[in-house]
């Protein structure tokens, strides 16, 4: 594809305005188009940007050369809106989750395959400099055998009208595991808690069981006083903490282990030592992750390419979802993942997965 | 009781040199003996103590006249030193958990009350300052409504040889969460994974409702880079975390929480409001538990008084433990707690009990 | 002044890009013009901002029909650019410090007052949310009599090629100290060095004496690992420390102080207690300073009012910049400034002025 | 020397209980006496170490066999106590600083070495284990060029009654700066403040000019929030932090610089790039300082070796504080010490002083 690209994004409220100032301060994107419902924030929108032109409508946008279309909407909204603008030929860039019904993720899927068009999902962590690093740290066998990962995603807010916290905030831990382990879950068991609004659980705990007795343990809060966005990951011989808040040093690798050393004898002499060592900071150098996704997204589509987030991912993590929500709906009671997931879209699978596997082997 | 008490301890491992060095510094108390099975410990003691007898004789120590015996040996020999020990009329400390089989804590507790001795379990955070000032502000009513409670117990290393994690370190939350909450849990759910030794868990997640929907969570590992200790109570107007590991500044209490809104015409306007106010550290005067636990056992014995955490309240975690641990073995089966336990003897049940109570019937 | 307020903007170096963003997205503003002699920038700026003019030429853009000009060139150019645009009728803005010799300050300060025009200087931090509630927290007595403050200001990096490290950060400290204290100081020594340009220093400790024997210790270092924007105020009674990089709880007020209890018949006996209270934290709405003093700028424009940080504060803060200067070159002689200073255009003076020294008088 | 060394401490103030401990728990030493004129500490020693003589009689002791004694008194009174217990064959370790006066200090390390004794000062962070990794790390050249080092020691409290800061605090810096350098200053200002009582200065800044162009800033006060023990080393190539207050990751490394490129035709192509890399914080084994001390000065007894920090170490820091307090009391005035101090007294001449010189040459 030859000249600017021309795009349009649906939906002003928190994500909109992140990514209409990325849009339109791309170089080789025109921003054309921003619907939204709301006449306050299209006039802000306007007042902002004179150059882009602004509706209620989304059958105006669609109907005009835009060439993709962004979805920051309401979750409930997005199969609808994804599936008119792949059926007039639109590219789409949708917010996660892709949608919350794993059927409607998988027509959207079949319609983008269909008609050769590029569909991604924003699972933004897989574009974030920290977690990209903590990938290449697990797959580089550096930690050893991976015994666990513990996964933390809490504030105080941002409760949404129509989802739970498991919708709002797992999508993330859910890709980020997906993508740093390069494995699929077998497994998931969720418990959680509804404080605030009766049926809607604001505090969910949820265990996924991953292939080579990985455990990986993931704890979301709308309700905890302090921001956290943590992920350790433990291993045989180092351990890893990625700590997003953090404004530098979001890395921290530690040097620290097990020493197994057997006596035959007598079990009483069975001994553990523990090594502890130094711990190392890498550099990672850090651009904001909407602006590398945004950028993928266009780079996808000018290049023909899929996305590292494209809808078959975006599908792999709502069906996901959706066993999770089954477990915390039935009281934490554990279900399978193992028939339901396509693991040729594993992200990474091939070189990466290979890596991540050969390092679990050694078990 | 006149003149000073004569104490003897068995066991010079981890907690003993602690023990040995609090009971020898105390005023009214001669530690007259030190016995452990190692010649070279015994050394140790002889040379920093003088004036202490040291032997490899249980029964050497428990024929002389010492008033009361502190008992810090492995686990599994809890119950027969103790239940010795009382057996000659001698005054009992025991490290938690007071013994691995709740058929052995209730006889214990039988002996010492048939004999009118003291028999007290060592939950050293009952007498810390900061978990002291956490139950206060959480039976103050400050909070408002409690929603739940999140503690976290990790490190690195200190592997029993004969136990699991659980029955490590979840004596210390469950001894937390029931003095703070004042309440007895009504049910448990655990989960784990054991990576270093086959069989023997090394990471845990344990969920324990308590009345009132309360919602306890609990993560332990001897697997994590990071010493944490760390309880976060959130209630539905203020919320306060405990970090014990902080040197200073172990309460922070924030003044933060959702406001509810209803507007009843429409459903989708129902509208959450986040109140983000400052945050309080009160100055928490803190003096080692252990030395504060000590003085309450010489104390008891003195007044004839029953312990803050006497040999009931050590049975009943040591229940608590137990069906945990069955849950764990069972892949996270949710058991029972309440018929099991003995309300009665609910640490501050009465006045403070009440107070807590008072402050969940608003729910 | 009615319609909207046509705005332009010189140099898109460090600043340049966030104030073109903000006026950008400012209400009743149009940004009209940004002006740079690097090609490139000016390509990005249209690219992004296609409803903007640029130009290499300042000329052009001060004899178009701009009501204000903001300047954010390199220091040395200051007053040239300033002195332009007032004289054609500009309301003008310069980043701090408002110029390299204080000659030049006055001389804009006079052009500003007999054209009637707004002079306006950049000293973000008076517009910092968390500075100005240090401002009010002393304001307010709580603190006790003001011992001293202690100012660091460090990171690695951002040498500017025409100025050592005080004309880079001091205004900083300078204006911030002005603002809290609500008082001038009387002299000024500064020591320091130069270690990676010859003569350039990149390292400098300066020390401001105040009226009612405070003392304001600044460290400022080009070369230090960390970055620390740190103001610790340490009063009688109680003390605070405001640390701008802490992305929440930028205010900490620490309720501890020395107690004097005076023994008169030894000397020996003078007894000093200590008294350890809590913390307290507290919440402090934060927008971005920049906005709040581009606002700022408009407003007095369009109110005909005074800005707060107008040329007479950026004149004062040249006048002690000066003296400091001369301090480092001559190895740390105390310079006066109490003749410099015009007292009357002290920030803050009045009602402000009177509650801080009422305070300081208590000594 | 064989058999147990008999040891006696005067002094039972701050320090006193914690060298009892030390030397009543280290093996091959007696701990024969406790001398200090309040009966009531005579009596709590008595209680918690039966073994252990107890008078208020520094005679007393003196006249009894012990072979080794430890003076922790107030300053004033270390000359007349550390010199008639020399004069009496006593081998002497005296708290920090050595005296109050230089030529006292003299008198004693001649006295010293008159009679082949050992005397010691206890400058504590020379036997600090993160104290040695800094001092091994510049050693290695690691850091390039040292440009200049920032130390600050402060607190609330501990005012002494005799003393201003200075001689209070800075006995640590100045042992600190020596050691890590392995130079003697050549000159030394010093500025500061009296805010609680007046002619004591509770806040002292002190600058020390060392060979190779290194300044050294040294931040002391009785009068800050938080407890701060930090010492920043900022080299050409990398940066260290060595933060003592931390309980574990005391030392941080950066892999951060300046990289100075040249451009010679025109001055204003002068070019700097930053490195910005990562960080490195090595695992340091750490034992209690004061224990290092204390076994330190009992070998140095048996083997008959000069204690690393010995009389003449004393000595030059007593020399360079007199100094600093006199650059005090004059305003800041800088003071030379240069032909005061004997560089060859210096800690880690030879060997080490030369690897220092070695990385410094590089100017």
């Known amino acids: 594809m030859e000249g600017d690209l021309k795009v349009g994004i649906v939906g002003f409220g928190y994500w909109g305005p992140k990514l209409v100032r990325n849009f339109a301060e791309m170089s080789g994107v025109i921003l054309e188009w921003v619907v939204d419902l709301d006449e306050a924030k299209l006039g802000k929108v306007h007042r902002d940007y004179p150059g882009v032109k602004v509706t209620t409508s989304v059958g105006e946008m669609l109907a005009s050369d835009v060439d993709a279309v962004v979805i920051a909407t309401p979750i409930r909204t997005h199969y609808k809106l994804a599936r008119q603008s792949l059926l007039v030929g639109k590219h789409v860039m949708v917010e996660k989750p892709l949608t919350d019904r794993s059927e409607h993720a998988e027509e959207l899927v079949s319609i983008a395959d269909r008609l050769g068009l590029v569909l991604m999902v924003g699972h933004t962590f897989v574009y974030n400099g920290a977690i990209q690093a903590l990938r290449e740290i697990i797959a580089s066998g550096e930690l050893g055998d991976i015994y666990y990962v513990d996964s933390a995603r809490l504030n105080l807010g941002l409760f949404q009208p129509d989802i739970n916290v498991l919708w709002d905030l797992a999508p993330h831990d859910v890709s980020i595991l997906r993508y740093i382990l390069g494995m699929e879950p077998l497994s998931v068991s969720a418990h959680g808690s509804a404080h605030v609004r009766p049926g809607v659980h604001d505090v969910v705990y949820a265990e996924f069981a991953f292939p080579h007795n990985i455990l990986a343990h993931v704890h979301l809060s709308w309700l905890d006083p302090c921001k956290v966005r943590r992920v350790t990951v433990v291993g ?31 079990f009483s002499d069975f001994h553990l030592e523990y090594r502890y060592g130094g711990v190392h900071i890498p550099y990672v150098p850090f651009r904001e992750p909407l602006a590398v996704q945004c950028e993928h997204f266009v780079s996808s589509i000018r290049h023909g390419t899929t996305p590292t987030t494209d809808g078959r991912e975006g599908l792999q993590v709502v069906r996901i979802l959706e066993q999770a929500d089954r477990s915390l709906q039935e009281g934490g009671v554990r279900k399978p993942l193992m028939g339901l997931l396509d693991g040729s879209r594993l992200v990474g699978a091939g070189k990466d997965g290979m890596a991540v596997s050969g390092v679990a082997h050694g078990h």
């Open 236 to 266: 045989s011989r180092k351990m890893v903490v990625c700590n997003d808040v953090a404004d530098v040093e979001k890395i921290r690798i530690y040097d620290k282990g097990v020493e197994r050393t057997y006596v035959t004898d007598k």
